[in-house]
């Protein structure tokens, strides 16, 4: 609400406007062409700006997804500057600069100050000042990040994955508080993959060496079903190298590049095949975690000790490429079989030496693609994100759109406009089975 409107005008003097007399100034209208030459106080009076602040009455109850607007008549918003708990509070000027909002929702139970200043045709400014308070919610909902995490230097392939502890019930609301700048301008878009899953990936795959702003602007956001943001959610990364790894299970050879250049061959040996289970997923994966040691265990599938095929081994340098249990790792005792035999349980062997140099070559989000095989890497199996062609990810906007990333942030693009990064990626993926297994299921080890 308005707690309390303070209001001050000023006059600035126009180079033209000379008030030496009333006859004077009638004379300098006439010449000037101007229509009408009544009461010189009058005149001024018409041409006085009015400034108007809302929020108004409010009271401490506003609601913290309301909208902090400023709107000038007979004149243009010169500046607005709104703090909370000291810190200013981002809005948007028109272009004809006559109104004025701000751009996220407001943090709930919070005090706010708001000061505005205006120029009216007359040639004089008024400011208008003013606080309110919005109202306390009893029920939040919580975000968080899978990654990237603040400071991280990341791949070229890597999503932004934002976890919410509760199902969201507006998700175009909570989409709309997602912002992303980048010092090298991208095409994205997120992809609602559940009620509590947003994703956000490039349309090509970020430049490398690209400085990164994501922030959700999360408090304040009803988020539907009587729910509230509890907080922002933010993270500041940097792109690095391209890491860009081709692996194939019919040469049984993986070959890895650093910004283009091949950088090391590696061979190796994939899943044995058989079942399913065995099968090394097909397509666009991503490395997502490394882990030194990892304990694999056929138990969590189902095969315990004493079941045909039951093991348990402790694997090292193993960098997780799936929620399937899909790992490139260290394997000394399949040595004799990389590079020319495929005799895993799914995840990619290598020997103690190539493993360990992948395992700290390795950036989460760099890109490896697998082919050879027939089983396909599934769109929610990890961050299988690259699967799904362009299209369909833009699909899964709850705004059903794309949007343009640079340094001032996020806005609305057309969904077929043409990606503004030259940078490679996949542009098409293959096709995925439709009774696909989700990644909520449980994780697969293999070795």
């Avoid at 009076?45 to 997804?65: I, Q």
Wanted: glycine content about 12%; charged content about 20%.
């Amino acid at each position: 609400m308005r707690v309390g409107i303070a209001v001050r005008t000023g006059r600035r003097r126009p180079a033209t406007w000379g008030l030496v007399g009333r006859t004077a100034a009638c004379g300098a209208l006439v010449a000037a062409g101007l229509a009408g030459c009544g009461d010189g106080a009058t005149d001024l009076s018409r041409n006085a700006v009015r400034l108007n602040v809302s929020p108004g009455d409010g009271g401490d109850r506003l609601r913290p997804d309301s909208a902090i607007q400023v709107a000038a008549e007979k004149g243009t918003v010169e500046n607005v500057t709104v703090t909370h708990k000291g810190q200013p509070v981002e809005g948007e000027l028109s272009a004809d600069r006559t109104h004025w909002k701000s751009r996220w929702t407001l943090d709930p139970g919070t005090d706010y100050s708001v000061t505005a200043t205006a120029l009216g045709r007359d040639g004089r400014t008024r400011t208008v000042t003013s606080g309110f308070s919005t109202a306390k919610v009893s029920k939040t909902i919580d975000g968080s990040l899978e990654g990237p995490f603040d400071k991280e230097t990341v791949g070229v392939g890597i999503p932004i994955v934002v976890k919410f502890e509760q199902n969201v019930g507006d998700r175009a609301a909570v989409e709309r508080a997602m912002d992303v700048k980048a010092d090298k301008p991208v095409q994205g878009a997120w992809h609602w993959f559940d009620n509590q899953t947003l994703v956000f990936r490039t349309r090509e795959y970020w430049p490398a060496h690209t400085k990164v702003s994501f922030q959700a602007h999360l408090s304040g956001v009803h988020a539907g079903k009587g729910l509230w943001g509890a907080r922002d959610v933010k993270a500041d990364f940097r792109v690095g190298d391209s890491h860009i790894t081709k692996a194939s299970a019919t040469t049984h050879m993986m070959y890895v590049r650093r910004n283009g250049k091949l950088v090391r061959t590696i061979p190796v040996s994939m899943g044995r095949g058989g079942e399913e289970k065995y099968t090394t997923t097909n397509g666009a994966h991503l490395t997502m975690e490394k882990e030194d040691p990892v304990i694999m265990d056929s138990s969590t599938t189902g095969c315990g000790p004493g079941c045909p095929g039951y093991y348990r081994e402790t694997v090292y340098a193993a960098v997780r490429i799936s929620n399937s249990g899909e790992y490139v790792h260290s394997a000394p005792w399949s040595v004799g079989d990389q590079g020319n035999s495929n005799v895993s349980h799914g995840c990619v062997n290598a020997s103690p030496e190539d493993a360990r140099w992948f395992y700290n070559f390795s950036y989460r989000g760099d890109p490896v693609r697998i082919t050879g095989t027939s089983r396909e890497l599934e769109p929610d199996n990890g961050w299988g994100f690259w699967q799904l062609p362009w299209d369909k990810w833009v699909a899964g906007s709850a705004l059903k759109q794309a949007v343009s990333v640079s340094p001032q942030g996020s806005s609305p693009v057309a969904p077929d406009s043409a990606p503004p990064s030259t940078q490679a990626g996949p542009s098409q993926a293959p096709p995925t089975p439709s009774a696909a297994p989700t990644a909520q299921g449980a994780a697969r080890p293999g070795h």
